[in-house]
């Protein structure tokens, strides 16, 4: 769910529920700032998984706010309290029913500014797997979460978690990039990308590809003030394009992230060519590297949540 300037990745009421993955703790990236006295462990954890990937790609770190994570511990003690009881189950994850125990706000933006979070802006990731690094793996491993997580302009976050419930509550604090900044996901040289996405455990679900679920692994051309003009993914050293799907100015997907993927899966141990042309008010831009996939166990899972 996102609301805000530079707002990303969003749905009506769904969250990520099948990872089919485990992932190992990462440790926290030199280049990225110590996170507060006082974080939470599994909240640095989010951080640090976060940081890795955002430090590969070259953009700003993201920085742990502890009024952030007071709002997400905040919403997944009400989820996991409220579990069960259709008085207060809400018609999305992210919504909170007033009356009902453990309340602290209707929606994440009410919940974040009673939390403290004083940033202009707001956005909020669930998942239902009760473990941070996970979460975040999961996250990036989606078509419109991975949006708020990676993006270049969303810079604060907090985690909280609970059985069953992991909550990332982002603001976009005072380091994010210039809005001339560009990057990709996978990003270029990048090794052992997942294969595939299902795009079935995503909430909002993203448009299918023509042969159904799974596709192929998404890739995110993060921009501002772009018009893409053409896309291009090929098998690297060949020249026929696969057929994929384009998401750009998609409502849930937000202005600042264009998604391709695939109709089929990638094929393992492979190095793909993407291409993206495009123009700006300052002239043509193209957008030109190469990823290699992992082994045919590495796949994608699922991602959620909801545009406020």
Known sequence: MVSGPGAAAGGTGGGIRDAGFTSSEVAAPAQCPAPPTGAPTDAVSALNTENAVRVAMGIPCANLVLTLCTSAQNHCN????????????????????????????????????AAGYEGNGWSECMAFLGNPADAVKTFIDSVYHRTAVLSPWWTDMGYGDDTGCDTIDFGPGTAAAAKTVTTVYPYAGQTGVPLSFNGANEGPTPPAPTTGWPSGYPITLYSQGITATSHQIVVDGTTTPLSHTWLDGDATLGSTAKVMYTDAPLTANTTYHVTITGTTSSGNVQFDWTFTTGAATTTGGGGGGRRG
């Open 78 to 113: 009400y989820y996991t309290t409220n579990q069960g009881n259709a008085t207060c189950t809400a018609s999305s994850a992210h919504d909170e029913v007033s009356g009902c125990p453990d309340f602290t706000g209707a929606d994440p933006g009410a919940r974040i500014a």
